[in-house]
């Protein structure tokens, strides 16, 4: 089954303990994103990689860092999490670039508490 | 820059009833539209998209939404509503090498019986 597999689903950690929210696709896409969503917000892109080892910055990537050792992983680091993360983050795949094919595949997401 | 607007935060209709959701969009150029679900728990799942072509987009599950250039919307609608359609609902706009799309902050439907 085409999915994107996301970990952990729920967290809640402490400021500044360092953290790591796996991603995973398996479907061969190219592309790769982090969004977060807020209430009244909708989502924002964090950072995106549109193959190994090519990583950009999104709109809101203060505090984030990300890697693309392999294609099918994408993992989002918060090396000092602060209260303004708490958040629920959604990963996401392409084949391409998105605003090409309009088609992101989500995961099921990521709800984060940093107290 | 690129921004959508969905103007309604809550939206409640009774099963059966129809549905519009609004949508507008502000961009330099002609866009590519997007509609996407969100039920609970889950992740956004792509409903419909808009190219270019008729404007007039048919997408899963009985949606369908209409590019409106001069008023500068892709509202959502269907014609019937079932309680499963009960979701958030994000409309978004992508443009050509910009590598994201832009959302809007959604409209969470609710559904009476």
């Known amino acids: 089954e085409a999915q994107v597999t996301q970990n952990p689903r729920y967290l809640i950690t402490v400021t500044g303990k360092k953290l790591t929210v796996t991603c995973s696709q398996n479907m061969n896409h190219e592309y790769m994103s982090w969004y977060r969503q807020d209430p009244g917000l909708g989502l924002r892109q964090i950072y995106y990689s549109m193959n190994v080892e090519v990583t950009d910055k999104g709109d809101v990537p203060e505090g984030y860092k990300v890697s693309r050792k392999e294609k099918r992983n994408f993992p989002l680091i918060l090396e000092s999490p602060s209260p303004n993360q708490t958040s629920l983050y959604f990963c996401?795949?392409?084949?391409?670039?998105?605003?090409?094919?309009?088609?992101?595949?989500f995961g099921e997401g990521s709800r984060l508490t940093v107290l | 820059a690129q921004s959508v607007t969905q103007p309604d935060i809550h939206i409640t209709v009774s099963e059966g009833a129809s549905l519009e959701l609004r949508c507008n969009y502000s961009?330099?150029?002609?866009?590519?539209l997007f509609w996407y679900v969100q039920s609970p728990g889950q992740g956004l799942q792509l409903l419909l998209k808009?190219?270019?072509?008729?404007?007039l987009v048919q997408g899963i599950k009985g949606f369908e939404a209409e590019f409106k250039r001069s008023q500068s919307s892709f509202n959502l609608r269907k014609p019937s509503v079932h309680w499963s359609d009960a979701a958030e609902y994000f409309c978004a706009v992508g443009q050509a090498s910009s590598y994201k799309l832009i959302f809007g902050s959604g409209t969470r439907l609710l559904v009476r019986p």
């Open positions: 961009y330099g150029a002609t866009p590519y």
């Open positions: 808009y190219f270019s072509g008729d404007t």
């Open positions: 996401a795949s392409s084949l391409d670039d998105p605003g090409n094919t309009g088609e992101l595949f």
